[in-house]
């Protein structure tokens, strides 16, 4: 053996490794007139590409929605070059920790909808953001309001329901919805007329839902509406478990849920036993987008994977013959 480059590698071996750079993940989104979607989406393309960053991003007439990961060098080159867009210069980028395989590719798209509560034609935006939609407050201004008016205020969810069941503002009204879609029918079914006259702070996870539902809500009757300025990213990682959220943070990549403190209590309960459980499984049937709550033991059983409305009686009934 060459003792030369025995000696090199060795040298290189016992060579202190360099600090690994973080991973982190932006989420972010913008309601701003644009133009031209699709040279939008060909620039953001090309720079996420060119910054080797993952994840997804939605443009469409109204502005932009996007959640990225990668190398926290690279997310910061990504959010300078954004921002020389006159229209996103002022984006309220959110950051928190990666592991580097949130998501397993980039994917940018035009749509009619940044959020699909299928309402694009009523959607007004311009310059400042929707216009008629519910004023702004950061979490410490959330702290006040709910100081000052206590139990008047109505915390209301602007996420799907089941996103609650592992989080949720305390005594807050989880609407029945299963998409954004739904929210329509909810507003106008009456269920929520009572709390018209009342201070409602709506709240989603970075921000953008409650954007919309806010203006959706105002434009049904309701006088007061709030919505938190960052979402609930924002204000968890302001007061984390000493505020008025509780439990963890459902998110849409593979981290599933997110804590804002170590000793988070877990509020969320399987769905078969009711034991404590903060874990998502998707059901059986790679057709089926449904997510089950479920504790590690009830998880074992494949029947207790599947969706119990759709393929859970399919499976039962082949097991029975």
């Not at 709910?146 to 949720?168: P, Q, S």
């Not at 954007?211 to 809500?217: D, P, R, T």
């Amino acid at each position: 053996m060459d003792l030369g480059k025995l000696s090199d590698m060795r040298s290189k071996s016992l060579a202190k490794p360099s600090k690994a750079e973080l991973d982190k993940v932006i989420l972010f989104y913008r309601f701003t007139p644009l133009s031209d979607t699709e040279a939008i989406k060909l620039w953001q393309s090309q720079l996420c590409e060119s910054l080797n960053l993952t994840g997804r991003i939605l443009i469409s007439r109204h502005g932009i929605n996007g959640t990225l990961g990668g190398k926290m060098s690279d997310l910061k080159k990504y959010v300078r070059k954004t921002k020389e867009l006159p229209g996103f210069k002022g984006i309220d980028f959110k950051w928190s920790d990666g592991a580097g395989d949130e998501f397993p590719r980039l994917s940018v798209k035009v749509r009619e909808e940044l959020v699909t509560f299928g309402r694009a034609y009523q959607l007004e935006v311009d310059g400042s953001g929707v216009v008629g939609g519910g004023k702004h407050l950061n979490p410490y201004q959330v702290n006040q309001l709910v100081a000052k008016r206590g139990d008047e205020v109505v915390f209301f969810d602007g996420r799907n329901a089941f996103e609650a069941k592992v989080g949720k503002f305390k005594n807050a009204v989880i609407p029945n919805t299963s998409t954004t879609r739904d929210f329509i029918t909810e507003l106008e079914s009456g269920k929520y007329d009572h709390l018209k006259e009342k201070p409602i702070i709506t709240y989603c996870t970075g921000g953008i839902r409650c954007e919309i539902l806010s203006s959706l809500m105002i434009e049904r009757g309701f006088k007061e509406v709030y919505q938190i300025e960052g979402g609930i990213v924002r204000y968890g990682q302001k007061y984390g478990i000493d505020g008025h959220w509780e439990g963890s943070l459902y998110t849409f990549d593979s981290r599933v849920v997110i804590d804002f403190d170590e000793n988070t209590p877990v509020i969320g309960r399987c769905d078969i036993c009711e034991d404590a459980t903060k874990d998502f499984y998707n059901c059986v049937d790679p057709s089926c987008h449904e997510q089950l709550l479920l504790c590690e033991k009830c998880a074992q059983d494949q029947i207790n994977r599947t969706c119990p409305n759709l393929h859970r009686p399919a499976i039962e009934n082949q097991l029975i013959h």
